[in-house]
């Protein structure tokens, strides 16, 4: 069965500090990752994915996630947060032939003025 | 366009009450999904749509019903609702490859 852990529950940052956001995967074949943010009260908004190329994937609002298929691992990052990146971020996988996504838990993100 | 909108914002039940939650997507696409977001839980699939007309259960379907009524529309049905449902209710739509695109929600309560 296919998983996502994301082991933080919240991730404290300052303001213009880097922002990395953890997430780890486990699915058969090759991997399909997403990360989607959710701000108070709303849906979840997709930020990026990875499917096939390059390892450094850039998104939405700065963000940009490192895929490593040795570590099994697809971490969030960027390089100067932003008071408005507080929100709840979520990190999904799919792979092979399974038409169901599978999502971690969610992370918190709170960035500190 | 509208994206993938969802109705009720806001619902209020007695337990075994009935409710039926609507979605529908502007984007033609064909895949269409039903999640529960409960806090520290993340999202799970409770029933999803490969295509019009075909229905599967995902990974908490027991206590809803869903119907693919066209290519647009996706609702999900709570014939008798416990408190156990409280949740927030998410309709997705895919684009291609996983891709999925959400409605704003619906806050169910169940009393």
């Not at chain 1, 998983?3 to 500090?17: I, K, R, Y």
């Not at chain 1, 609002?61 to 100067?80: I, R």
């Not at chain 2, 409280?86 to 895919?94: D, K, L, M, P, Q």
Request: charged share 15%; with cysteine.
């Amino acid at each position: 069965a296919q998983s996502v852990a994301q082991p933080e529950d919240q991730v404290n940052v300052a303001e213009g500090n880097p922002l990395t956001v953890k997430c780890t995967y486990s699915v058969s074949g090759n991997p399909y990752l997403f990360w989607y943010v959710q701000y108070p009260n709303r849906g979840l908004q997709f930020l990026l994915k990875y499917i096939t190329g390059d390892n450094l994937v850039k998104g939405s609002y700065g963000f940009e996630a490192e895929f490593n298929k040795s570590q099994t691992s697809f971490h969030l990052k960027k390089p100067s947060a932003l008071v408005s990146d507080s929100a709840l971020y979520f990190c999904a996988a799919a792979g092979g032939g399974n038409n169901r996504l599978a999502f971690g838990k969610g992370n918190q993100v709170v960035v500190i003025p | 366009n509208a994206g993938v909108t969802q109705t009720p914002k806001f619902q209020v039940l007695k337990t075994g009450q009935s409710m039926t939650l609507q979605c529908a997507q502007d984007m033609n696409h064909n895949s269409m999904y039903w999640y529960r977001q409960d806090p520290g839980m993340g999202l799970r699939l409770i029933y999803y749509s490969a295509s019009e007309g075909t229905t599967d259960k995902g990974e908490v379907p027991n206590g809803y019903n869903v119907s693919r009524l066209n290519k647009r529309e996706f609702s999900l049905r709570l014939e008798s609702a416990a408190p156990s449902q409280t949740s927030v209710y998410f309709c997705a739509s895919e684009l291609s490859s996983y891709e999925q695109y959400f409605g704003p929600g619906t806050r169910l309560t169940v009393t």
